[in-house]
């Protein structure tokens, strides 16, 4: 049923669609309503079986996720922001141990400085943990993408995270079409663990492993993220067919089949990129987009077919790598090894700053009017004066430096 | 695509009224979405929040910079905050108060605004008297219907309903028709 709903709580709905045996999660800012509302449903017994632990962090969080799984429930939590780093460890076991855990991530930066707003820090730091990563570019594919989570991850039994921006989708209202119990079971049959812990019959599991073997272990997990490549499109495909909406798959494309420039991005800036793409086609400009949803495992293949054709790709991406640059456009490197195209490495949005389609359009028009150095790092709408000022002082408190110099206006 | 920012404070209900705003376009058939400016909010902090709305999906995600109409929950923002930035001589103004644009020291302002898109409603007291409490939110969006014809009295009204049914959906749906009527009368030309 279509519905005027915030994101957060039309996602509580899809999670409690997908029957979740476990839930846990820690109560404090940053958190999400998501948790919030499963209580709710769980408290008033509208969702059962599904035992909800209110836990001591978010370490614990994953902590009794991990055991959850281990002994065949269903499991789910939520984190975002400092939270994410708290769990890290766990994430690598719950991966390491293949255990298909689905978790939202509610977008948000990572401190320091504090901040509470939205960009990919926290997600982009753990994406080399093992787990899944998908990124929803609006509420509906928010909802749609918890359902195949569930079903992702119990298929190739690796973890998944579900990325979806903090705030600007979290905290929007927005028509979603929320499936029918009946249409979730449908699609998402009983989870049947690969691995059951019983206390009438104990086994291990989480042995040590010495030098003899760590490797081939390991290994592991990568070719199943590989193998998951396939998986994920053939459940979006299903997905579309039971549901009738596209919702998921490896990679998005928008008037990009033909573009000479085409903008990389992830999660929900996507609309307003799409917006700015329409308004530059009008004026006969050939320029498309292309949205990542699948970033791990990374859909290599995918996105050299989707971008190898373009003379121009640009890569907007909400977090960066300290001390390199883009992620996002990393990767993207790697995809068009060998082919003529020039990638523009460009972060924005950190901790909140609105991305706005005259931005994008600024940014277009740079990069096509060849003003842009592609072998530079570029920073969206970043006021360098604040930053050179800074850097001309010999010591910090950074943070609260730049808010001075920021009060007190250029000088 | 029809765009409003919203300014109040923290407890007066900001995000609330853009969230009953969009439902009810939403129940209109329209698009909606409805977003608060995000931030750590305190109560008796500046607070703002958006609503757009439209025929086709809505896909952008920014904050609305050049709204097509303003609701002001708190007329003492006025000289806080730039609260009227964007707003072009065209745009709907609908302020909270029991004064006039002159008495706000709004009068320059709006010389240059459609007069039939100005707008005062006394929402609080209307709240006081029909609610009990000093919540603004539904007086001012059934003024809003009544200046702008954007969405209907009903719509609101049903928004209302949903959101808060019962006594309290009750009362506020009464502050609505009272300020739509109060308005509807010269407003909306």
Do not use: K, V
């Given at each position: 049923m279509r519905s005027q709903i915030e994101g957060s709580q039309a996602v509580a709905a899809a999670v409690a669609l997908c029957r979740p045996e476990v839930i846990s999660a820690y109560?404090?800012?940053?958190?999400?309503?998501i948790v919030e509302a499963l209580s709710d449903l769980v408290r008033r017994g509208e969702l059962e079986p599904c035992e909800y632990l209110m836990v001591e962090s978010e370490f614990g969080a994953m902590s009794a996720a991990i055991g959850a799984s281990a002994v065949g429930a269903r499991a789910y939590t939520a984190t975002a922001s400092q939270g994410i780093l708290y769990m890290a460890e766990a994430l690598y076991n719950a991966s390491g141990l293949g255990l298909p855990i689905v978790m939202t991530v509610a977008n948000r930066a990572i401190g320091s400085p504090i901040n509470i707003w939205n960009d990919h820090s926290d997600a982009m730091s753990q994406r080399d943990s093992g787990w899944i990563q998908l990124y929803a570019a609006s509420n509906q594919e928010a909802v749609d993408l918890h359902v195949q989570a569930f079903r992702l991850a119990e298929e190739v039994s690796l973890p998944v995270m579900v990325c979806m921006d903090g705030f600007v989708l979290t905290h929007a209202f927005e028509p979603v079409d929320l499936p029918t119990q009946e249409q979730v079971d449908a699609f998402l049959p009983r989870f049947e663990p690969r691995q059951v812990l019983d206390p009438a019959a104990p086994v291990t599991i989480g042995a040590m492993v010495g030098p003899e073997a760590f490797a081939e272990v390991k290994v592991l997990m990568h070719v199943k993220q590989m193998q998951a490549l396939d998986v994920i499109g053939e459940i979006s495909g299903e997905f579309a067919q039971a549901f009738g909406r596209g919702s998921g798959g490896l990679v998005r494309q928008y008037r990009s089949a033909d573009a000479e420039t085409i903008v990389v991005a992830l999660g929900s800036v996507l609309g307003t990129i799409q917006d700015a793409v329409d308004e530059l086609r009008d004026e006969g400009v050939s320029v498309g987009a292309v949205g990542i949803t699948c970033f791990r495992p990374w859909p290599l293949a995918e996105v050299r077919a989707a971008l190898g054709h373009a003379r121009r790709v640009v890569v907007l991406e909400k977090a960066f790598a300290v001390g390199l640059g883009g992620i996002v456009a990393q990767n993207v490197r790697l995809a068009l090894e060998g082919l003529p195209a020039r990638v523009h490495d460009v972060v924005g949005g950190l901790g909140g700053r609105p991305i706005t389609r005259a931005s994008v359009r600024r940014l277009l028009g740079d990069v096509l009017e060849d003003r842009l150095d592609p072998g530079a790092l570029t920073f969206l709408d970043l006021d360098w004066g604040l930053v050179q000022r800074e850097l001309e002082r010999p010591s910090g408190p950074h943070a609260e430096n730049i808010l001075r110099d920021l009060a007190a206006g250029p000088r | 695509m029809f765009q409003v920012r919203i300014h109040g404070r923290g407890g007066q209900g900001v995000v609330t009224a853009a969230e009953l705003l969009s439902v009810a376009a939403f129940v209109e058939g329209k698009h909606a979405q409805a977003f608060p400016s995000f931030g750590s909010e305190r109560t008796g902090a500046p607070v703002v929040s958006f609503c757009r709305f439209a025929d086709e999906p809505i896909r952008s995600r920014e904050p609305?910079?050049?709204?097509d109409a303003l609701i002001v929950q708190d007329p003492t923002l006025l000289h806080q905050v730039d609260l009227l930035a964007g707003l072009g001589t065209g745009g709907y103004l609908l302020v909270n108060t029991t004064r006039s644009f002159e008495e706000l020291g709004l009068g320059e302002f709006v010389a240059g605004f459609r007069p039939e898109r100005l707008a005062t409603v006394p929402a609080t007291e209307i709240a006081r008297e029909l609610v009990g409490k000093p919540l603004p939110n539904a007086a001012l969006l059934g003024a809003f219907a009544a200046l702008t014809g954007r969405v209907t009295l009903a719509s609101v009204k049903g928004a209302i309903l949903e959101r808060f049914p019962g006594e309290t959906g009750l009362r506020n749906v009464a502050a609505a028709e009272r300020a739509h009527d109060a308005l509807g009368v010269s407003a909306h030309a």
């Open positions: 109560p404090i800012s940053p958190q999400t309503h | 609305i910079e050049q709204p």
